[in-house]
T-cell receptor
């Protein structure tokens, strides 16, 4: 199963952009790259996902490297409400459909 | 607009007791998952199911059992509860479609303590 690697923690200032990196060097061609976040004392929630092209939605942008071995979640203007653990996971193609979470990146946002 | 519903929200068990954590979803999703999250840690996959009658082990299946008799329900059974099973348990579901609709929806969790 392909694994992802993320920094344990990052800090940002409010109103500034945040770039959260994820390495997935063993990704296969049919694996989607997903990002979820978990606010304190809540269940995880979907942020964004993509396959090859960069993706944008109302919450964030996802930049995917050309070789797909890494990706970056971009929060354009961090707010205090964005303080959370951010998980980068791979959605495997094929029959197994396991969704394995790593330890994620704890994002602290300073006012 | 219920989504994924987990019951109970909290439970305290004595060592050796058994219980079933309930999970139901009303989105007609074929794929369902059970995760556990120990304090300060990430999520670990316990079991998952790709449809009614089909289940498979995840990363940490020991001490748990599941069944999937309907599309809507995916209960998680703990037999002979142990302190190591103290954790928050999350159920999740997603549609079969790959691509744009491939999103996981999570329940609000069950906090379980085994004393």
């Amino acid at each position: 199963d392909a694994k992802t690697t993320q920094p344990n923690s990052m800090e940002s200032n409010e109103e500034e952009p945040v770039h959260l990196p994820c390495n997935h060097s063993t990704i296969s061609g049919t694996d989607y790259i997903h990002w979820y976040r978990q606010l304190p004392s809540q269940g995880p929630e979907y942020v964004i996902h993509g396959l090859t092209s960069n993706v944008n939605n109302r919450m964030a942008s996802l930049a995917i490297a050309e070789d797909r071995k890494s990706s970056t979640l971009i929060l354009h203007r961090a707010t205090l409400r964005d303080a959370a653990v951010y998980y980068c996971i791979l959605s495997y193609g094929g029959a197994t459909n396991k969704l394995i979470f790593g330890t994620g990146t704890l994002l602290a946002v300073q006012p | 607009n219920a989504g994924v519903t987990q019951t109970p929200k909290f439970r305290i068990l004595k060592i050796g007791q058994s219980m079933t954590l309930q999970c139901t979803q009303d989105m007609n999703h074929n794929y369902m998952y059970w995760y556990r999250q120990d304090p300060g840690m990430g999520l670990k996959l316990i079991y998952y199911s790709v449809g009614a009658g089909i289940t498979d082990k995840g990363e940490v299946p020991n001490g748990y059992n599941v069944s999937r008799s309907t599309t809507e329900d995916f209960p998680l059974r703990l037999e002979l509860a142990a302190p190591s099973q103290t954790s928050v348990y999350f159920c999740a579901s997603r549609p079969t479609d790959r691509g744009f609709n491939e999103k996981l929806f999570f329940g609000s969790g069950t906090q379980l303590s085994v004393l």
